[in-house]
């Protein structure tokens, strides 16, 4: 069986970025890595991790792909798990992050099941919607204001500044 698995870039821009993506259900997410990251043209020489993930895409389990040599590391790695094992018609989605340092943050999601096709290689990108940018798309987190602002004390009092503040 084939999986065809939509990866959407996390973004906040107007522009949807995303990849579709046929893969043979018994390829290890190693390879569903390594196919992610040559469809939108990263050189997939960075650290990145597949983490579990529920329909509203709280993230769990992590599934990295090299063993960072923790003694208390108990997450399994990428070239041991099938995707069958992770993705199924109850299990449709997955959350990748690529570049530890950037964070490109991808959401998975199975869109269908399918018959193998004689005479197609499998992986297979089979479609591509816009380019990723240069530089990571900045994550816009908002915290709600929960105290009245004539209510807050500026943490340094009648110190300047921090200096005054430490001495």
Partial sequence: MIYRLRVILDNDTEDDIFRDIELDKTSNLE????????????????????????????????????????????????????VESVIDKTKTRLIYVYDFLNLWTFLIELVEVVEQTTGVNYPNLIYSNGQIPTKVP??????????????????LGDYDNYDDFYN
Avoid at 40 to 68: P, R, V
Avoid at 138 to 155: H, L
């Fill in 31 to 82: 390879d569903f890595h390594n196919t992610v990251t040559q469809s939108f043209g990263f050189e997939g020489n960075e650290m990145a991790s597949f983490y579990l993930t529920d329909k509203e895409w709280n993230q769990g389990e992590e599934i990295s792909l090299f063993d960072l040599g923790e003694l208390d590391q108990t997450n399994r790695l990428m070239s041991d798990v099938l």
């Fill in 138 to 155: 900045e994550k816009n987190f908002k915290a709600e204001n929960t105290f009245e602002e004539e209510d807050s004390e500026d943490e």
